[in-house]
């Protein structure tokens, strides 16, 4: 019966490092800016931009007239290096 509480203790001390190292790993990527919550964009691009606050949906397109064309009322066509400025802005005023 010890031995298998000291068998099952060891192992969830194996799992529980291996989470752990994970985790570590996951930060410092985020630290070092190998991934990243801010969206890319093209810059020479354009973008059909919708959705809400809290979600935006964003569609490319290679020029603006087919960016244009599929404009409606409720999502707009920006270029993506207004995109990219909007970004950085906002992570400045969040950071």
Request: charged letters at 25%; aromatic letters at 8%; one cysteine or more.
């Given at each position: 019966?010890a031995a298998?509480i000291g068998?099952?203790e060891?192992?969830?001390r ?8 994970i ?10 800016g190998?991934?990243s919550?801010a969206p890319?964009?093209?810059?020479n ?8 606050d ?7 397109y290679?020029?603006?007239?087919d960016c244009?064309?599929?404009?409606t009322?409720?999502s ?6 207004a995109?990219?400025?909007?970004t950085?802005?906002?992570?400045n005023?969040?950071?």
């Amino acid at each position: 019966m010890a031995a298998s509480i000291g068998m099952l203790e060891r192992r969830a001390r194996y799992l529980m490092g291996i989470v752990a190292v994970i985790a570590a790993i996951g930060l410092a990527a985020f630290e070092m800016g190998w991934i990243s919550t801010a969206p890319s964009y093209k810059e020479n691009a354009w973008y059909l931009v919708g959705g809400n606050d809290s979600l935006v949906i964003t569609s490319e397109y290679a020029d603006e007239a087919d960016c244009r064309r599929k404009e409606t009322a409720s999502s707009v066509c920006r270029p993506g290096k207004a995109l990219m400025e909007d970004t950085r802005a906002y992570q400045n005023e969040h950071s």
